[in-house]
């Protein structure tokens, strides 16, 4: 249920729940951010998205995160970052993205600090105080702490400590931190105090209100221990006792703290236990504890814990808001190039149409993997294969295969869940689904130019030292540009660099032999696990381990103080991950867990290997269709013993730490090598050549946790035999190879130069260019175009390709508003119409602004891009002066970053077969002041007599006078068919009458054309627009319109006339019909050509949203061009569309102003608006029988409009 109802809350929340501020939140994440998600207590819990945080141009299947939420409850400091950061330890450690939010308003506040994605970061304290870990001790040998105000975004201090330190929280005395075997206070130096030693790296620490500590220790291979520690320290409480994955802590407002899970002791002070399972989340007030959380985020269950009742309630994901997907202040482009060809590292540029990924299907990564495991991915890739100009090669004749030490294969499991952490099988950007092409998936592309560079500060991730992963297996070894290699690295030869990038298999083939050496690297030093069988998923926990963060040779002993092996960053005892976590992907009763995909950060990178090896991830096989990505891993053991022993893929997390590390659980050693000076005491015990602790505990022995693993490890499952077919390409979203659905004759310009050969199979647009697209990006603050980290190609659409982005709003961070112009290479004088070709878009923009150079001037026109398939989508017609042009920005009124700009292809059609369609409007007064009499009718004929218009459009024209025009027309011969409709009360004693009775006042559309048929309308009492006869109370005005093909149409027309309250701004009846005229009649108005006109009675200038509703962008919303809109290029154009225009109320009476009240709208779809074809005649003749007095004291209005044929 999307909330508890309403009638249930106080049995199920509890007394005093409609008045309550508790605030339960979670955070969730996708392709489309990490989103902070809330439920107010006083809504029934009922679940909504306050904030989304994203970065542009980072591309990722999920991004992930942490977040505290500060005393006060109202505000959340997240740290948040791609699931692909933890993949990489220097990202793991100070990559990720931080932000305020806050939890009431939705707003957000980015930070410049780059931070840990470690579990205990980012820690509240009581107040709105919060910490920010930066850890930097494998590469810099110390970790810095932020101290942030999330009130004011501030960071008040910075504190560089030396080493490892975990699990920092603000307090009223400062700040504490878990160190080895001891909780410590920091002092601003950096220096540490030990308040109470502990007998391992304490964890889960949090504040709570009377100023002390909770936190867990490990006491036991898995037992745990919930202790409490004043502000002073002293001899720690002791809180309740438990298995080391079942017992864990957590923050409410205010200090409150809750240990969840068996409790065995009583409460101490503000500490809660709560009989809740372990990972529970307790609500800001403490009012509902969030006890579990469905796999794919969309349900959460919970307790409430004033009753005990369990609920389960939806949490659907959606967006929000725009803020949250600007620019971080880390993040500053720098590239003047679309592809940046000059400014890479990365060997194969992003945005280069001749580099793009085809997206494989998770069946043909599997059927790749199976192939290459087994030495036979030999797939001929033919010369110019896919058109990207490649020689022709095979995926393991490129990167042949090295056989493993001791014999053997890769299991496929193995490599598949590489395959799986490092890109969740994408070989292209997340925004291809198989079968499309996009940008090669690149890892940390903008590197080089998203930080500052500085070298002398450590804190800022320096980019020129990325690792420009590519692909299925995020290969990094040799793909950077020659001439700008890491040191000791070698580039590939071009050819294969591009291989790497643009083909999945060859990727696998690359991939598989860096897994092939570290295998052999690390087995030929000794490091073999259980029995050393390369059959088996676990003894390759070495071999993943160097595959991700490297491996130290012996040989590099002397130089590292005798330390060599796999490094800490990945070792299972590593306190950045919580002792307390579970195996990866897996509940401790065996059962599948996918909720722990969304949260990778608490583990080690080869134990989410090994987990995805068991589980296999769901990808997108095509359009709306979720697959198991491949086939699972195996174990013996049968139902019972079998996922026992899947649950044990993973090692304990003592493994790795022994006396060969010098690393002892329990013990406590005090470091006095120079460098390390300070730090506290802790396991490590490794010793340089002085004799002194250096910190460096590596790991190099062979060791085992299954002393049968011929029976109890896991074994590869391989569905597609050596020599199994290669599985066919995805067809999804075909791209349009011709012009079906343009008008022949049309001037075509797409988004690619002339002769660029589309990567999509067998699409070859014959069409040649008319002109070009050039973006054009504005520069930041910084001189940078971050708006170019947001620019996409897919291969689909017109062609095969286009350019995709995001909307943004026009107070987005400089730099990301831009657009895009297509440029045509020759003038043209006439009218034509602008068609662009949009590819399918379901979550396109519905508000895609362009602007249509005519020569006349820019003309706006809007429409949605959201659809499904390839169509050409019309603009409207134009008058064009000179060289055309079509501009397309992603601005959009509520552009979040989560809807998608299309820059694809657009056409101009020219309209030689053009018919002028002429219109006479006249409010007579016959009702008001002329006494219905004939003379008016007369001053009319006259008009018409010179003028010979097709439309008149009529208001304030009596019965009689309406009788009397029509048989003057018949005798005259310029036939015109009218509709009469009766406005007011009905009847009007002042029009006049030859019998002595009243006659009715109303309005009239004449049309002159054959007339297929004729609808009137009148408002309601409130102001709506209903179709009469009604049986609905209704007003006193309306419109009236007639259906017609004017001579030598194509199509019907239809034509209307309505007279609107009199009365404004006093009465706003006027106003509120106008925006009514525009909900009614725009959308008919897109489907066939569309005239409206009459008196408005809206006298101020309609730069508003009252007459504005019914005009076309930028002037209003609507889908209507007035005549005199671009008047002033009478005088000199280019020109602004200006609402308003000439008077044409005379004044008289008590108003004696003169001003625009009569106004003739022309659709924008199908009509083109002739600059200098209006007449506005003041004068209107006399009348009455002295002829002595205005005829009215309304101005005829004539104009002429273009309607061509097609």
Not at 545 to 568: D, K, L, M
């Amino acid at each position: 249920m999307q909330a508890v109802p309403e009638k249930q809350r106080t049995a199920v929340l509890g007394r005093g729940w409609k008045s309550s501020g508790d605030l339960a939140w979670q955070l969730s994440g996708d392709a489309d951010g990490l989103h902070v998600q809330t439920a107010a207590e006083a809504d029934g819990y009922a679940w909504r998205t306050t904030a989304t945080l994203a970065e542009p141009g980072i591309e990722t299947d999920l991004w992930i995160g942490n977040a505290c939420v500060t005393g006060s409850g109202d505000r959340a400091v997240v740290a948040y970052a791609p699931r692909t950061f933890t993949n990489r330890g220097v990202l793991f450690d100070r990559g990720a993205f931080a932000a305020v939010v806050d939890l009431r308003t939705g707003s957000v506040r980015k930070l410049r600090a780059r931070v840990s994605l470690a579990y205990f970061n980012p820690s509240c304290g009581t107040g709105e105080e919060a910490v920010l870990t930066q850890a930097g001790d494998q590469d810099l040998g110390r970790t810095r702490l932020l101290r942030l105000n999330a009130a004011t975004g501030a960071v008040t201090s910075k504190i560089e400590v030396p080493g490892q330190l975990t699990s920092a929280v603000p307090t009223p005395g400062g700040i504490v931190a878990a160190d080895a075997g001891a909780v410590v206070r920091v002092e601003a130096s950096g220096k540490r105090r030990i308040l109470a030693r502990t007998s391992s790296v304490p964890f889960r620490l949090a504040a709570d209100a009377d100023g002390g500590v909770v936190y867990l220790e490990q006491t036991g291979k898995d037992t745990t221990v919930a202790r409490r520690l004043g502000r002073d320290g002293g001899t720690p409480a002791t809180l309740t006792t438990g298995a080391l994955s079942k017992l864990d802590v957590t923050s409410g407002r205010g200090g409150r703290v809750y240990v969840t899970g068996a409790a065995t002791k009583a409460e101490a002070g503000t500490v809660t236990l709560l009989d809740a399972p372990a990972g529970t989340r307790v609500s800001t007030e403490g009012a509902l504890a969030v006890t579990g959380v469905s796999a794919d985020r969309k349900e959460v269950s919970a307790r409430a814990l004033r009753t005990g009742r369990t609920v389960t309630l939806s949490a659907v994901t959606t967006a929000k808001p725009e803020a949250s997907r600007d620019l971080s202040p880390a993040l500053l482009g720098d590239s003047t190039n679309p592809a940046d060809f000059a400014e890479r590292y990365c060997s194969v540029p992003r945005n280069d149409p001749k580099n793009q990924a085809m997206q494989p299907k998770p069946r043909q990564v599997e059927w790749a993997v199976d192939q290459a495991v087994r030495n036979v991915l030999t797939v001929y890739r033919p010369d110019n294969w896919k058109n990207l100009g490649m020689p022709a090669y095979t995926p393991q004749g490129m990167f042949p295969p090295i056989p493993l030490s001791g014999g053997g294969n890769v299991p496929a499991q193995v490599m598949l869940g590489i395959a799986a952490q490092e890109s969740n099988l994408w070989q292209a950007a997340r925004f291809a689904v198989p079968g499309v092409t996009a940008n090669p998936l690149i890892g940390n592309y903008y590197g080089v130019d998203i930080y500052n560079g500085t070298e002398a500060d450590d804190w800022t991730i320096r980019w020129d030292k990325a690792d420009c992963g590519y692909g299925v297996t995020q290969v990094t070894d040799g793909m950077r540009l020659a001439g700008r290699e890491k040191p000791g690295e070698t580039a590939l030869p071009h050819h294969q660099q591009r291989a790497v990038a643009l083909d999945f298999a060859a990727n696998i083939a690359a991939g598989l032999r860096i897994l092939q050496s570290k295998w052999n690297q690390t087995r030929d030093a000794g490091l073999v696990l259980n029995n050393g069988d390369p059959s088996k998923i676990e003894n390759w926990f070495y071999a993943v381990w160097a595959y991700n963060s490297g491996f130290y040779p012996e040989s590099q002993a002397a130089a590292n103080n005798g330390a060599w092996g796999v490094g800490w960053a990945n070792n299972p005892a590593n306190p950045k991950y919580p002792a307390n976590r579970g195996s990866f992907l897996e509940t401790d009763d065996y059962k599948d867990d996918y909720a722990d995909a969304a949260r990778p950060q608490l583990w080690p990178y080869p134990e989410k290997v090994m987990g995805w090896a068991g589980h296999p991830v769901e990808v997108l096989e095509a359009p709306d269709t979720l697959v198991i990505g491949y086939r699972a891993a195996w174990w013996n053991g049968g139902a019972v013993n079998g996922p026992i022993n899947r649950h044990h893929v993973r090692p304990p997390q003592d493994m790795f730490c022994d006396f060969s590390n010098n690393c002892e659980f329990g013990s406590t050693w005090l470091p006095d090598a120079p460098e390390v000076i300070g730090e506290p005491a802790g396991p490590c015990n490794h010793r340089n050549s002085s004799g002194k602790i250096d910190l460096k505990c590596w790991y190099h022995k062979a060791v085992g946790w299954k002393v049968d693993c011929a029976l109890t490890c896991g074994n590869e499952l391989v569905r597609f035999d050596p020599g199994y077919a290669y599985q066919e390409d995805g067809t999804a979203y075909p791209p349009s190879c011709d012009l079906t659905g343009l008008p022949s004759g049309s001037r075509v310009i797409d988004n690619l130069p002339n002769q660029t050969p589309s990567v999509r199979p067998n699409c070859y647009l014959s069409a040649g260019n008319n002109g070009d697209l050039k973006f054009d990006y504005i520069t930041d603050s910084h001189g940078q175009y971050p708006g170019k980290i947001d620019t996409h190609q897919l291969g689909m659409g017109l062609g095969g390709h286009f350019w995709m982005t995001n909307s943004r709003q026009r107070t987005a961070p400089d730099g990301l508003v831009f657009s895009g112009t297509w440029r045509f290479n020759q003038a043209y004088q006439g009218v034509g119409r602008v068609w662009v070709h949009l590819p399918h878009l379901h979550n396109g923009t519905t508000y895609a602004q362009y602007a249509v150079g005519t020569g006349y001037g820019d003309r706006i026109r809007t429409i949605s891009q959201k659809g499904t398939g390839n169509r050409w989508v019309s603009l409207g017609v134009f008058p064009f002066d000179g060289t055309p042009q079509v501009r397309l920005t992603n601005v959009s009124p509520t552009g979040d970053g989560s809807q998608r700009v299309a820059f694809d292809a657009v056409a101009l059609q020219p309209l030689t077969s053009v018919r002028t369609v002429s219109t006479l409007s006249w409010n007579l007064a016959g009702a008001a002041q002329n006494d219905g009499d004939f003379y008016v009718v007369d001053r009319l004929m006259a008009e018409v007599t010179q003028r010979r218009p097709d439309v008149l459009l009529l208001n304030e024209i009596c019965d009689g006078q309406f009788d009397n025009l029509s048989a003057k027309l018949a005798q005259s011969g310029w036939q015109m068919h009218g509709n009469f409709q009766v406005t007011g009360s009905g009847t009007n004693p002042t029009c006049f009458n030859e019998s002595g009775g009243d006659l009715a006042e109303g309005i009239a559309v004449f049309v002159r054309g054959t007339v297929t048929g004729t609808q009137n309308y009148r408002f309601r009492l409130d102001n709506r627009l209903v179709l009469t006869p009604s049986t609905e109370d209704l007003g006193t005005r309306g419109v009236a319109c007639s259906i017609v093909r004017f001579s030598t149409a194509d199509k019907d027309a239809k034509v209307c006339v309505t007279h609107l309250e009199t009365g404004y701004p006093a009465n706003m009846s006027a106003a509120y019909q106008a925006q009514e005229l525009a909900r009614v009649f725009g959308p008919e108005a897109r489907q066939k050509p569309f005239i409206l006109g009459g008196d408005t009675n809206i006298d101020t200038l309609p730069a508003n949203d009252h007459i504005g509703a019914v005009y076309s962008e930028p002037l209003g919303t609507g889908e209507f061009n007035e005549v005199e809109q671009a008047r002033a290029c009478i005088v000199a154009k280019p020109c602004e569309e200006l609402q308003g225009g000439t008077d044409t109320f005379l004044g008289g009476g008590p108003d004696a102003e003169q001003k625009k009240l009569d106004y003739v709208f022309a659709d924008r779809w199908h009509f083109a608006i002739p600059v200098g074809r209006v007449v506005v005649n003041e004068n209107v003749g006399l009348c009455g029988e002295q002829r002595n007095k205005p005829c009215s004291d309304h101005k005829l209005i004539y104009s002429e409009l273009y309607l061509p044929a097609g």
